[in-house]
């Protein structure tokens, strides 16, 4: 799952990169109004973190913008400014949900799990598909009950096909959410990934759609694929 962060306080902007870091995300992150209008208007996030007090563009004009340009992506808004009006303002602007200046880390992580949640269709921090069920906020797979040991881009990978599991995902859109900006995105350490994630929840649990991509196998695939 692939994240943006619009901060320009380097301490806020720190913990939030570690915070959501060990929670399994891909960060990226800017600083500035204009770059973070021309990030959200070309890139493909799962949800956007976005500071109003920016420099130069500011945040609620870069929110209009997004979403005048029909970009859907949940945006999660930050402001020191404590006015109910001014956190009315944002929602109207299409802000999705808002917390202001100080909160606790802990807060935003369960309010960002819960906007990715929303924008996937799904209610609740467990999502299950066929035998396997994974817990967001544990950040735990199981199959069957019995937890699986992953690694975190393994638990990247089937995070993000559970997140979207009515879908079938081209290799291309993976890449996306799977690696930042800095990483190689190399369809063959993809393939590498993909073969180690099968090992460890069978061969029948994620389907290969030749010209189209993957998804989750729907409980009755996967059991036949466990006999």
């Known amino acids: 799952m692939r994240i943006l962060v619009v901060e320009d306080e380097p301490r806020i902007l720190d913990d939030i990169v570690t915070t959501m870091g060990m929670a399994g995300y891909v960060v990226d992150t800017v600083s500035d109004g204009e770059e973070a209008w021309f990030l959200g208007d070309t890139e493909t996030y799962d949800l956007i973190i976005l500071d109003l007090g920016l420099p130069g563009l500011d945040g609620l004009t870069v929110l209009k913008r997004w979403r005048a340009e029909d970009r859907h992506m949940p945006v999660l808004v930050l402001t020191a400014r404590g006015a109910w009006s001014e956190r009315v303002e944002g929602i109207d602007a299409g802000a999705d949900d808002y917390l202001p200046k100080p909160f606790r880390m802990e807060e935003l992580l369960a309010r960002a799990r819960a906007l990715i ?34 690694t975190p881009l393994e638990y990247r990978l089937v995070a993000y096909l559970m997140h979207h599991k009515e879908r079938i995902i081209p290799p291309t859109e993976l890449l996306e959410h799977l690696y930042g900006d800095d990483d190689a995105r190399d369809p063959n350490a993809l393939e590498a990934v993909m073969a180690r994630l099968r090992k460890k929840l069978g061969s029948g649990a994620i389907e290969t759609r030749r010209g189209f991509g993957y998804t989750i196998a729907g409980e009755e695939a996967a059991g036949e694929s466990a006999r």
Do not use: H
């Not at 949640?117 to 019995?146: F, Y």
């Open 117 to 150: 949640r929303r924008s996937a269709g799904i209610s609740t921090p467990v999502i299950e598909a066929g035998p396997l069920s994974l817990d967001v906020k544990q950040m735990r797979l199981a199959r069957n009950g019995v937890p699986i040991a992953l």
